[in-house]
């Protein structure tokens, strides 16, 4: 083996030109794609309702609405939140501000956006977590063809996850989203 400092041998083993004195070389591993190789085809998701590949049931089977908020659930692209800004339909509340865009594949989408009057990054994550996890819990009672845009307000820092679920039910009352009884 030699006087090397082990560091300078382990990085030898490591190394792909040079393969320290007895150690075996597992390159390619099991289930390594090979280069030029195509990719396995992947198992296709469970449709909604349906069992998923675990065996376990999708909540909208149980008779419970589905709250997920996944990626085809969001807006994702910049061009989608200038949409909405541009159209100028929006409700302001002392916590956040409630935009709607109308257009092609709206579906009830969210979008979340916290700028720097919010406080720090810490500050700004939190209020985005906020409006996202009181969004997911009161989709089920939305409808609309819409996507929605949530703009945190400076005061949401400070407020409590009840007045953060009543200001979204409010605004979304107001803008239409929901009927007035429930």
């Known amino acids: 083996m030699g006087f090397a400092p082990a560091w300078q041998r382990r990085a030898a083993a490591r190394s792909s030109r040079v393969v320290a004195p007895g150690a075996a070389r597992s390159w390619p591993s099991k289930g390594a794609k090979m280069p030029g190789e195509?990719?396995?085809?992947?198992?296709?998701?469970?449709?909604?309702?349906?069992?998923?590949?675990?065996?376990?049931?999708?909540?909208?089977?149980?008779?419970?609405?589905?709250?997920?908020?996944?990626?085809?659930?969001?807006?994702?692209?910049?061009?989608?939140?200038?949409?909405?800004?541009?159209?100028?339909?929006?409700?302001?509340?002392?916590?956040?501000?409630?935009?709607?865009?109308?257009?092609?594949?709206?579906?009830?989408?969210?979008?979340?956006?916290?700028?720097?009057?919010?406080?720090?990054?810490?500050?700004?994550?939190?209020?985005?977590?906020?409006?996202?996890?009181?969004y997911r819990r009161e989709r089920h009672r939305l409808s609309g063809d819409v996507d929605v845009v949530l703009v945190a307000r400076r005061a949401i820092v400070n407020a409590s996850w009840d007045e953060v679920t009543e200001e979204l039910n409010r605004l979304s009352e107001q803008a239409g989203l929901t009927d007035a009884e429930e």
């Open 38 to 134: 195509p990719r396995p085809a992947r198992e296709p998701r469970a449709e909604e309702g349906a069992h998923a590949p675990s065996g376990k049931v999708n909540a909208t089977e149980q008779g419970k609405p589905d709250q997920r908020l996944g990626r085809s659930r969001r807006l994702t692209r910049s061009i989608h939140f200038q949409e909405a800004y541009n159209q100028g339909r929006r409700w302001v509340g002392r916590l956040m501000v409630l935009w709607l865009r109308t257009g092609e594949g709206a579906a009830l989408r969210l979008g979340v956006v916290a700028g720097r009057k919010v406080g720090g990054a810490v500050a700004r994550s939190r209020a985005k977590r906020l409006l996202r996890e009181a």
